[in-house]
């Protein structure tokens, strides 16, 4: 019996490694198969690395603010009696916006004014007696105090009245009118915006590692999405004292003339900030670059001999992925600070479906050209 069941467990044993011999000679077969096949290829363009010189400058994004710029609100409540501007018209300082009702101040005026008439007339004959020894000096001092009283009162009416009178507090363009004849307005609420348009200024924010560089007086480039190829010149006047704690970056305000009223407060603009001097940097278009949270990197185009790769269809270029680190941008093309060399060839277009090693075929004739300036024609 014991003999029958080891000859059966050989058998199986025996069964089990002829099986395990087949299917490894079979898959040693497939691997040397697919291993004759030339690794895919894919069309790409490409740019050369190379040197240029710089202007110096350091690039930032910001908005445009009024040099004065308020929504105009009145200081106390009360309806709407007079409406005396038009939207987004031009005013001058001192001119007369809106009017509230004050019937009931005006008749608190009269009374007070005959009430402080009264204490001038009554002041005045207290003097008189008192210079013939007739009243007391206390009864002068009360008729004076009375007086001023009166007095004080009429003018603290007067300056109701006056508040009630919302005037321009400067120069400038008014905006679209926020309330209507009639209206119970509050303390506060807005009538309309006043926006002086000349000066304005750009506010924009840099790290505090370009703090060294800055001084009042440097020239500031702006240009808006709203007038293509139009650029704004303008000076840095002031810089905050302090950073930012929490991006830790100084704010920096350039002044615009802006005589043209093409820059409006609001506006996001791109500021460029000239430095003095010119600086050699490796630039590389910005269609090259493929961005990650771990870092910028670009593919490399090499010679199948330089990657060790020798299975290559149609081509001896490949594709090798770099990591590389960025500097500042001047139109299409981006400065690189490490990772390549002038007279690197890199992959500008179809990065997108490349892997290390993967082989590559050039092909520059739809690739379009890049431009330190540039200027897309209107659609």
Same mark, same amino acid.
């Given at each position: ?61 910001? *908005? ?249 269809? *149609? ?65």
């Amino acid at each position: 019996m014991k003999r029958q069941i080891l000859i059966a467990v050989g058998i199986v044993l025996a069964v089990f490694l002829v099986l395990a011999g087949v299917k490894a000679f079979q898959i040693k077969t497939m691997i040397a198969f697919y291993q004759g096949f030339p690794a895919p290829s894919a069309t790409i363009s490409t740019a050369v690395v190379h040197e240029e010189q710089w202007h110096d400058s350091l690039s930032a994004v910001g *908005s445009i603010n009024a040099e004065q710029g308020v929504i105009v609100a009145p200081e106390i409540a009360g309806t709407v009696s007079e409406i005396d501007f038009e939207s987004g018209a031009n005013v001058k300082k001192g001119d007369l916006l809106l009017k509230l009702d004050d019937s009931t101040e005006q008749a608190q005026l009269r009374a007070a004014e005959a009430q402080a008439e009264w204490a001038r007339v009554s002041a005045e004959r207290t003097r008189k007696l008192r210079a013939d020894n007739t009243a007391s000096q206390s009864e002068l001092d009360q008729a004076e105090a009375s007086l001023k009283q009166a007095v004080a009162n009429a003018d603290n009416i007067r300056a109701t009245i006056d508040k009630k009178a919302i005037r321009a507090p400067f120069s400038g363009q008014l905006g679209i009118r926020l309330v209507n004849l009639g209206e119970q307005i509050a303390v506060g609420k807005g009538i309309v915006s006043l926006q002086a348009l000349t000066p304005v200024f750009a506010d924009f924010s840099l790290p505090q590692q370009d703090l060294e560089k800055l001084t009042t007086g440097l020239g500031v480039q702006v240009i808006s999405d709203t007038f293509p190829g139009k650029k704004f010149e303008g000076t840095i006047t002031a810089i905050n004292p302090e950073l930012d704690a929490v991006t830790r970056s100084v704010r920096v305000r350039a002044k615009f003339e802006n005589t043209d009223k093409r820059l409006r407060p609001g506006m996001f603009v791109r500021a460029n900030v000239a430095l003095p001097g010119d600086q050699k940097v490796l630039v590389v278009p910005s269609t090259a670059l493929l961005s990650a949270p771990y870092g910028d990197s670009v593919f490399v185009v090499v010679t199948a001999a330089q990657a060790g790769i020798t299975n290559m269809a *149609s081509t001896n270029l490949v594709a090798l992925q770099k990591f590389i680190r960025t500097g500042r941008n001047q139109g299409d093309f981006v400065s690189v600070e490490s990772g390549l060399s002038a007279g690197d060839k890199i992959v500008t277009a179809g990065a997108f479906k490349l892997r290390t090693g993967m082989g590559v075929v050039e092909n520059n004739e739809a690739a379009p050209k890049a431009s330190t300036s540039p200027n897309p024609p209107n659609s």
